[in-house]
């Protein structure tokens, strides 16, 4: 398998800017998703290294060989797209071999690479069928399957689940991983879903209007985000920021929530008390996510503040309830027996251990 290597990998179209020389190493082997919002270059990353577009500055390595100039069919690479682009009068088999005749594959070769990607995908049965007759995720498995029949040094995948309904995208997310467990290819995949990426990849590269955020394996990235945005993005609901202020309490260091001098004081962690000291007086973003926004947990040393609650939001197992912290929206993830009624208050239980200091003039966390 290959290992991909971009330096400093620039595009440009005209004054836009859209990637804005990143550096990212892929091991051999290594299944890395590219994650983020519309716009942010994931997609134009994945199409450069795959040769679909020019590089305007900066270098792509494939097993140390730069590559820039090398045709797409010569790089050896298969891509996934997120449309499937079967051809509707071809069996399953024909789609899967169309591109390995085309290459000029022997054709003893093709039967066997052809039936062996469908046995791995569970398409055995179904290589007699055309597109019409399959599901989405038998679609999907077959665009899978005519990139696997062409044994590449890697796979780019760009967003193929998206398309597909909530059940599948689970469904096919599984396969996915499992494959790569049996095969061990590399892969490079994008997705706006930050729970594929979360649930796929080996690790995660978080990218913001052209730039790379942060690269980590997903529950690294998790717990240590390095920025607002990358804490923002990851996890759902999504982490809550709420204005608060450093200050001294006794001989260690607390936040005061909100904006003013009459918000709940709350002891931080004693390990961090000398990192956010440097801070005191200054204005910041503690950011904490809901599902450490709780009811009094027994195992859990949280800090209570009292308010009332705005919204309720059942999800079976538990509750979102959102209520406000000096003007500021926050959500909590609440056992459901523990939720009182809209308009009611109740105590909230902030897991300081897990909250986040982050400097809102430069948007990284402390």
Not at 313 to 332: H, K, N, Q, R
Not at 355 to 362: A, E, G, N, R, Y
Request: hydrophobic share 45%.
């Amino acid at each position: 398998m290959a290992r991909i290597v971009l330096n400093a990998l620039t595009k440009r179209y005209g004054d836009a800017v859209a990637v804005r020389g990143i550096d990212l190493e892929v091991a051999s082997g290594e299944f890395v998703v590219l994650v983020g919002p519309s716009g942010c270059g994931k997609s134009t990353t994945l199409r450069m290294v795959a040769g679909l577009e020019d590089v305007t500055a900066g270098d792509i390595l494939i097993d140390d060989v730069r590559v820039n100039d090398v045709p797409p069919r010569d790089r050896n690479i298969a891509m996934v797209f997120q449309d499937y682009a079967l051809y509707p009068h071809m069996t399953v088999f024909d789609n899967m071999a169309f591109g390995l005749r085309q290459r000029g594959t022997p054709k003893a070769d093709i039967p066997r690479r052809v039936e062996n990607a469908a046995a791995t995908l569970g398409l055995a049965e179904l290589l007699h069928r055309k597109p019409a007759q399959l599901s989405g995720g038998q679609r999907q498995r077959v665009a899978m399957g005519r990139a696997m029949v062409r044994e590449p040094r890697a796979f780019l995948f760009d967003e193929p689940l998206s398309n597909l309904d909530a059940k599948l995208r689970v469904q096919m997310r599984a396969e996915i991983k499992a494959l790569h467990g049996r095969m061990r290819s590399t892969v490079l995949y994008v997705t706006h879903d930050q729970v594929e990426a979360m649930t796929l990849a080996d690790r995660i590269v978080v990218m913001n209007g052209g730039i790379v955020e942060q690269v980590a394996p997903p529950q690294d990235m998790y717990e240590r985000p390095a920025t607002r945005f990358v804490a923002g993005f990851i996890g759902s609901p999504a982490m809550n920021f709420i204005p608060c202020s450093v200050v001294g309490e006794g001989s260690g260091v607390a936040v005061r929530l909100g904006n003013g001098d009459d918000g709940d004081v709350l002891p931080v962690p004693a390990d961090r008390a000398a990192r956010y000291a440097r801070h005191s007086g200054q204005t910041m973003l503690l950011g904490i996510r809901p599902e450490h926004v709780t009811e009094r947990r027994a195992e859990i040393d949280g800090k209570m503040i009292q308010a009332t609650v705005q919204v309720v939001e059942p999800l079976g197992m538990d509750t979102l309830v959102l209520f406000e912290v000096g003007g500021t929206s926050v959500c909590a993830r609440i056992a459901p027996a523990a939720v009182r009624p809209v308009g009611e208050t109740m105590p909230f239980f902030l897991h300081m251990d897990r909250m986040h200091l982050i400097d809102p003039t430069t948007d990284r966390v402390i």
